[in-house]
């Protein structure tokens, strides 16, 4: 066990500002996600904290002991890539043990250790097998047993199920996630999959441009995104765009009371979060599109002004093109300069906004 802390880390390569200014605390046993877009430094930030990649500035400290200018083989850390690597022309054993065989560890060590390791990840008795003659996810798990039989004090995960089918994918974060625990390891774990952080993180760390937008449980990430941008990017989200004026926020056909000052702002509403009922008021909300998602519905609703929002409904309800709707929210946000600047609890009809003016 032990914690991570990173200090004012910064990568360029060229001009290309590849991590800006990251801080990042981790405790003992916690897993971290670091989630976000193609090219915000997810990697790079695990290969700064691995030694494969030297920052321009920072520090990063393990137990609090400066590790940032020390070789990877000097660190206790374990990193896992995105591409396994495993050696096909060596057995199961081979991959796992050599690490131990560089450490110069008496043979029925390496043997008990390497067994464990394989028992770890539900590969006990695949010893004497070749690499070649394994599935996609079992070599995934000799890559995972050949991290953790080095004991490292924190594991590191660069997308390490990006290869693999959604279901199998599904099952080996559960039991990664599962493994983690089991032995309390620090965990950062990168991945651009949203599923696979809001399934496994203790935080998530939201990065954009090389920056940590948010860091958070995932339901805080999900419920309260301090920012526009991680509203955008975790779940879906109604996201439109308009004005404030006296106190509310004026769109077409929209008169949500939003106590800021005039000026532009961004509305935003969870799918679950649009309640609808079945109106004979004209002008109304019309459904446009009804999903059935076995256990839940997503329904795409037109409002008057012909702006378009999702709502998602229980199994019970069922709607149909054409039906004509009042839309109620039940909660909403609103952001202004891409910062949270407004969140409601109350529960307000989509009204016209002449009724209020
Ligand atoms: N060795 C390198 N040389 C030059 N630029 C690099 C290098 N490694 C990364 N970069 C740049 O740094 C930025 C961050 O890259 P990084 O791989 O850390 O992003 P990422 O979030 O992990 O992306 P992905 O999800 O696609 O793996 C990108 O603009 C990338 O092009």
Redesign the pocket.
Known sequence: MAQLTIQNLH?S??S?T??DSVNLHVEDGELICLL??????????L?MIGGF?HPTSGAILIDGEDVTRLPPERRPTGMMF?SHALWSHMTVFGNIAFGLKLRRLPKAEIRDKVESALELVGLGGYGTRMTSQLSGGQQQRVALARSLVLEPKILLL??PFASLDQHLRERLREEVRDIQQRLGITTLF?T?GQDEALAMADRIAV?RD?RIEQIAPADVIYREPQTEFVAGFIGTMNLIKSEVRNGRFHHADLGLPMPLHDGEATLAIRPEDVVLTATRNEPSAVVTRFTDFGSYHLVDVQLADGHRIKAMTAPASRWRKGDRVAVLVSSYAAFRNQHLAYTSTDTHELIKETEHV
């Open positions: 990568k390569f060229a290309t590849a991590v976000g877009p193609s090219g915000s430094g997810k990697s790079t930030i290969r990649e995105q660069d997308e990168v651009h990065l090389g």
